[in-house]
């Protein structure tokens, strides 16, 4: 008898976002210099840094908020090709609608906040162009159910709600659509400690039931070592350090990630 | 050839009251809101003799578009005898020199306060539409730079986003009257405050709407056989106000738009608000032979 | 039965009207005159706000309208619609302006000095009775100084300009029609700098004068120093196809600098308008001054005071409500009927 033996088949994902080359100045200012990632699919890229790091800068050009001097940003989807950050205006919307989420630290930015917490699910999947009412109330429901949302205030208005319930109606508009990225800015900071480890909790599940592509910007180590499988270190708008969460935490090479780390540990 | 030749004596008034650079004006914007079907187009509004927020908005289309061998319309609420209504008709007159007539049917031009007459109109015939607020995204924006840049944009989540939460809230959409319409597939305006019940009469219509806001200096259109789609949601229909089953009190007519007079006994009675549809009826029902046209709706519907 | 044949509303308007018209009864050309030499600065304010100088027109307007302001600038803009263009006369140079009154709160003493003018400034204001009794009020004499007044001065913010304190405006050199001009075109923003002056020279003083000292209590950032306030007559200079210049006659001006500290130097408002109204210019310059960064969508932004001081928009709209409105008005109520029979259930868990 016979074995056949296959060579073993080595698939090679490619990643799904890259970022190349981007600079960003505002007058005198380097915000951002020469920064180049890539996030591969299902995979969690954490961004460490202090403020004045570039990192928050960094996830807004992601979300086309802003165009940087220089760089390139591309996602390997179908039906998107090239530099994103050279889209035009529509382009530029319909691609952050329906394959880009995003949650800011302060839900503010993220919501309506006197709209229902429904509605401003909705608003996603309209702005996307779904015209039935009953499939918007069942995939907001859907949404914030997945972000572990109370369903029985479905329709209260963020305002009303808790930080923690806010940064859950952010989550629940930001995988709405099932976007292909979803941009964390800080999600959890600012919460209570207790609330800060239940969405965290909710972040982890979510991204391992969904294999959701994320990019989390933080200060935090702890929030960055939960979720994140690679980490990005930045600091004065450069990245000092990149590499597995687990090798940049016990082995940091550069002498600001050590900095970083031992001051934490 | 003399000085005398030459000119004209000074009169206090152009032909049609407007100047020349202001019929210039409305005109090329007319032309470019046609154009871009249901796009507001900025435009110098001129003051004229009547108050704004009184119909100088339309007041200026029909007076650019006037000559004596047009015959006028004017109705306020669909009456041709409402105040406001017989003061334009009589300034138009007066200006113009142009016929004036009650019956739509003989009307070239109409100038309509907030409703569209029952008859169907044709394509030798023009609607110029009085509008106070050209802007449907106020609600949402109230500052019209943004809006503008919102319309720019197809930027309208935040308008379908308030429908949905009339429907959650009271179950139906509350909007009633200015129903936010699609025009063309591209750009959403406001109809002007008609009724639900006249938005359909707009789509794929034969005759020509000019919507014109006068103090808000905009103008907007929607051409002949041109898409005008009220905004709603594919599983919850557009619904027209429930006159369908009602009868005109004076004139017998059934199933129109009317207008309710509340009694003393706390009921209410209808009279069709279109006033002139109205008398007609009346007169037919007397035996008088006229033309009555052909309606949008019958018994109470219109056929899709 | 015969159809409806009485149309009430033809008759109603015509009757109507003439009830108000009947409380002035016989208008001539001597009334004209008297309104016209009795109230000359309520002439001033409608022209101003009119944008149209006539001071015959503006006192028919007023005689005509029995003083109702808003009614008597709708009629002279109506008929300014309606007058042709002939030309556009030249610029009106700062230093070439007549001027009558001219005064600074920035400094004690300026080159041209204070002059104080026509004003009711220091006057006591009591009620002169006596006049009701018949004893006519004869205003004593003025006594000229010595030294007359110059006839022209040139501006505060000249001299703060060579001193580095204010960077004044850029002007573009734009001249006749190439100046843009708010009656031939739709008013965008933000606004070309012409159609914000002009938008200004012709706002309601009232609401000019609401906004700014909302402004001046706190709602501004600015808190403005009268640099200059002036009122002068501007000489009116047209230029002839075939060349020759000639002056088509004077109007009377008034104009406001206002200043306040914006950084390391002074920013800077202006405002003019036809006619003497001081108040309205101190105001519209102050409203100027704040709206410079002011922020998208508040009250201190010119989006915001410019649409709202506009008198005739604001008014013919605020009396606009008493236009029928019953079949929007049936609409609604259609609406909330139905909504009312159908309660909604709760959002199911």
């Known amino acids: 008898m016979t074995l056949t033996l296959h060579a073993p088949r080595i698939v090679k994902t490619a990643p799904l976002v890259q970022v190349h080359g981007v600079s960003k100045s505002y007058g005198p200012v380097v915000a951002l210099r020469e920064v180049a990632a890539k996030v591969y699919p299902g995979e969690v890229l954490g961004i460490v840094g202090e403020s004045g790091s570039g990192k928050s800068t960094l996830l807004r050009m992601m979300n086309l908020e802003e165009t940087p001097d220089a ?22 919307r319909i691609l952050c609608a329906t394959q880009i989420g995003i949650v800011y630290q302060n839900p503010h930015l993220g919501l309506l906040m006197n709209h229902s917490s429904s509605g401003n699910v909705a608003e996603r999947l309209l702005v996307a162009g779904e015209r039935r009412f009953a499939v918007l109330r069942e995939k907001a429901k859907e949404a914030l159910a997945a972000s572990e949302f109370p369903l029985e205030r479905l329709d209260a208005p963020p305002i009303e709600l808790s930080g923690g319930m806010q940064q859950r109606v952010q989550l629940a508009k930001a995988i709405a659509l099932a976007p292909a990225l979803l941009l964390l800015d800080e999600p959890t900071t600012g919460l209570d400690v207790s609330v800060q480890a239940l969405v965290l909790d909710t972040l982890k599940r979510l991204q391992r039931d969904r294999k959701i592509t994320m990019v989390i910007v933080s200060h935090d180590l702890g929030v960055i070592r939960t979720l994140a499988d690679r980490v990005m270190v930045m600091r004065r708008g450069e990245v000092v350090e990149a590499g597995l969460v687990d090798q940049i935490f016990q082995d940091p090479q550069h002498a600001y990630t050590q900095q970083l780390v031992h001051a934490k540990l | 050839m003399s000085l005398a030749n030459l000119t004209k004596p000074w009169a206090p008034m152009s032909y049609g009251f407007l100047d020349a650079s202001a019929k210039r004006e409305l005109r090329r914007k007319m032309i470019k809101s046609v154009c871009v079907p249901g796009c507001q187009m900025p435009y110098a509004s ?8 009184w119909g100088t908005g339309g007041l200026q289309v029909s007076l650019t578009l006037i000559n004596p061998q047009i015959t006028v319309k004017v109705i306020d609420q669909g009456a041709d005898d409402s105040v406001n209504a017989a003061s334009i008709r009589r ?14 049917l003989k009307a070239d031009l109409i100038q309509s306060r907030h409703r569209i007459p029952e008859e169907v ?25 943004i809006a503008r840049q919102m319309h720019g944009d197809a930027d309208y989540g935040r308008m379908w986003l308030q429908l949905y939460e009339q429907i959650v809230r009271s179950g139906r959409v509350m909007q009633g009257a200015s129903y936010p319409s699609m025009v063309n597939g591209r750009h959403v305006m406001t109809p002007s405050p008609i009724p639900r019940w006249d938005v359909p009469k707009l789509h794929m219509a034969k005759h020509l709407t000019i919507l014109s806001a006068g103090r808000e200096k905009r103008i907007f259109a929607v051409p002949p056989f041109t ?13 027209v106000e429930d006159h369908a089953g009602l009868t005109c009190s004076r004139s017998g007519a059934k199933g129109f738009f009317m207008n309710e007079i509340p009694q003393s006994d706390g009921t209410s009675t209808y009279e069709v608000s279109d006033s002139e549809y109205g008398v007609k009826s009346i007169r037919q029902r007397d035996g008088e032979t006229l033309t009555m046209g052909e309606t949008w709706y019958k018994d109470g519907e219109m056929p899709q | 039965m015969a159809y409806v044949a009485t149309r009430g509303g033809e008759r109603a308007i015509e009757q109507s009207e003439r009830l108000f018209r009947e409380a002035m009864g016989k208008i001539d050309a001597a009334r004209v005159s008297e309104v016209k030499a009795a109230l000359p600065y309520l002439v001033d304010r409608v022209m101003g706000e009119a944008s149209l100088y006539d001071e015959d027109l503006a006192a028919l307007a007023l005689t005509q309208t029995g003083g109702e302001l808003y009614e008597a600038v709708l009629v002279l803009r109506a008929w300014r619609t309606t007058q042709p263009r002939l030309c556009v006369a030249a610029a009106v140079e700062q230093d070439s302006l007549f001027t009558h009154r001219r005064i600074s709160a920035a400094f004690k003493d300026i080159p041209g000095g204070q002059v104080l003018g026509p004003t009711l400034d220091y006057s006591h204001r009591v009620l002169a009775t006596d006049v009701l009794g018949g004893t006519p009020f004869d205003p004593p004499r003025v006594e000229p100084a010595a030294n007359p007044a110059p006839a022209h001065q040139p501006s505060v913010s000249a ?4 001193n580095d304190l204010v960077d004044l405006p850029a002007t573009d050199g734009a001249a006749g029609e190439a100046i843009p001009d708010l009656t031939r075109e739709p ?65 009377k001006v008034s104009q406001a600098e206002v200043v306040s500290k914006t950084g390391d130097k002074l920013g800077l408002g202006f405002a003019a308008t036809f006619g003497w109204n001081e108040v309205k210019c101190i105001s519209a310059a102050t409203l100027d001054l704040n709206s ?9 932004e010119e989006e915001f005071f410019l649409y709202h001081t506009e008198g005739v928009e604001a008014s013919g709209f605020c009396i606009h409500f008493k236009l029928p409105h019953y079949v929007t008005f049936q609409s609604s109520l259609d609406a909330m009927r139905d909504a009312k029979a159908k309660p909604v259930k709760e959002p199911a868990e």
């Open chain 2, 227 to 239: 898409r005008v789609e009220p905004l709603v949601f594919d599983d919850v229909p557009y619904r």
């Open chain 2, 91 to 104: 300034f138009l007159a007066r200006v113009s020199g142009a016929p004036t007539t009650l019956d739509t």
């Open chain 3, 292 to 300: 410079k960064g002011a922020p998208k969508g508040s009250p201190t």
């Open chain 3, 159 to 162: 001299w703060q300009a060579a």
């Open chain 1, 71 to 92: 760089g390139s940003y591309t996602l390997d989807l179908p039906d998107v090709e090239g530099n994103l950050f050279d889209l035009n205006r529509f382009a530029r």
């Open chain 2, 121 to 145: 109109l044709r394509e030798d015939q023009v609607l110029v539409l009085q509008v106070p607020n050209p802007e449907p995204l106020r609600s949402v924006q109230p500052n019209m730079s």
């Open chain 2, 46 to 53: 001129r003051e004229v003799p009547m108050a704004r927020g």
């Open chain 3, 187 to 251: 008013l965008l923003f933000p606004a070309k700098r012409a159609h914000t002056l002009q938008s200004l020279a012709r706002a309601e003083t009232g609401g000019v004068l609401a906004l700014g000292y909302a402004a001046m209590r706190g709602y501004g950032q600015a808190h403005p120093t009268v640099n200059e306030l002036r009122l002068a007559e501007a000489e009116v200079m047209v230029k002839h196809p075939n060349g020759t210049e000639f002056s088509a006659g004077r109007v």
